[in-house]
């Protein structure tokens, strides 16, 4: 079939998550038992797992706003009883955006709305989407590089709620549910014991876990690291990951969450003991470093996030916000600082100009420095950001990670509008 052989490809590096993408799009079914599928749409768009009981389906986690009614369509295709429950593997909008389809759907053909169950923290995050609406817009339109981003509202919230593990059984069907903490605080992975199925939700999601996100709230790599490890002794015949395949077999399903979790048990432990050892946050981040052995593998590659983002979130987790930098703790205004350096130096534009010198020969770090103090110190000169907007467009190209991409080019698009006349 020619989805396994592209799976084969993907799990050895020789084909892009784009190919599979591309295989799925506008709404697949992929058959994980006899009565059971996941439904993909996209990579970027959550997996949905469908499974038949003689009380009705199950569903864990309903897509994305952009594809939703594409996984309704495809479940829809495969089954038209009444969706009984729906669990939510985590709070995030591109799994659970499509509840809203369901109810929709249930109130059309007058019969009951599904029951949804979730972790508890899934209802304080959607308190917070409420209060921080704005915010939330505005974060997602620069990680994904979409200006005019608008975030969702009315997030269906789930009617029941558990703490650290539920068991459930639904027609005959034995369904476990577990907490962890990872990528959120929310987090659930669903286990069909008799099925040796395991749902991971976005512990799993084909790439380097996104467990250091800049502009996100908390995250938890520790605790990602020991869910992985948990749901690894369980010994899965099948994974569902939150985005991109379904992984096949005992092996397989082993090494991909052995993998990832080792890769983060690695940056957790250098981390903390840097830390333990009194080193600053600066030290940390240019000493800690994941096994390039480990982030080669196919499924762990940083393209989304980026090892040293993590580190940075692992000092949080474990520290206040200081940083060690005694400068850091009471700074003066940027600009005022700006100010002062650019008279040492001899002008804003001598900062631009070896700013520019620096990102032209790879040096996107310091370029970065550089720039950012001619900008604050001669904001209106608009050769300084044309300066600015090369030097971001060298750090976009110097990112392996979405996120990176997505925020220097929000900058680069910055200083080409101020750039202009
Ligand atoms: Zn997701």
Redesign the pocket.
Known sequence: MEQDQLFERLWNGDAAMEDWTATVSGGSAKPISDDAIAIHTGYLF?NATAIRTKDGLVLVDTGSRETASQTLATLRRWDDQPVHTVIYTHG?I??TWGARLLDEEADAKGIARPRIIAHRNVLQRFQRYDATHGLNSLVMGRQFNQPGYTFPDHHRRPDQIYDDTLSLTIGDLRIELTHGRGETDDATFVWLPEKRILVSG?FV?WVFPNAGNPRKVQRFAPDWAAALRRMQALGPAVLVP??GPVVFGAERTGQILNDGAEVLESLVTQTIDLMNNGHSLDEILHNVSAPQSLIAKPYLLPKYDDPEFVVRNVWHLYAGWFDGDPAHLKPAPAAALAAEIAGLAGGAEKLARRALDLALTGQTRLAAHLIELASAASPASAEIQMARATVYARCVEAETSLIGKAIFAVYQRDATARSGP
């Open positions: 959550g995030h591109d799994h976005d999601i939150g985005h």
